[in-house]
């Protein structure tokens, strides 16, 4: 996006941007969740040496018809891990996708 199709973006999102959060049930999640556990426990680099502990995901929609955004998070994924690493986790997503889009990765002293 420009940067003046950013700020519009931006000045919607938080001025007048309806959110509403359902949560969505059914044997398809069931099926996406243990896909994601699998992809999450097949990148694993170093199989004999690091133990698979969970995923999240951000599924992202967009519906040009309504002139909508839809998120969709996947998070029972995580299963035992806990939050702070979690937390850590989605710290370094966010760095990434900064560096995807071309921006520097902020990092606070500890390094994420």
């Known amino acids: 996006m420009g940067d003046r199709m950013t700020g519009k973006f931006q000045n919607t999102l938080h001025h007048s941007a309806k959110v509403t959060r359902d949560n969505v049930t059914g044997e398809e999640v069931t099926k996406a969740n243990a896909m994601l556990r699998d992809i999450g426990a ?3 680099p170093i199989p004999k040496n690091l133990i698979y502990k969970g995923s999240m995901a951000i599924h992202i929609y967009q519906s040009e018809i309504l002139g909508q955004v839809f998120f969709m998070g996947q998070v029972n994924t995580l299963a035992d891990t ?3 690493t979690a937390s850590a986790a989605l ?3 966010r ?4 560096n995807y889009y071309g921006r520097t990765r902020q990092t606070k ?4």
């Open 42 to 44: 097949d990148l694993n």
């Open 95 to 98: 760095g990434d996708a900064q």
């Open 82 to 84: 806990p939050e702070e």
């Open 109 to 112: 002293r500890s390094g994420f």
């Open 91 to 93: 710290s370094n997503l």
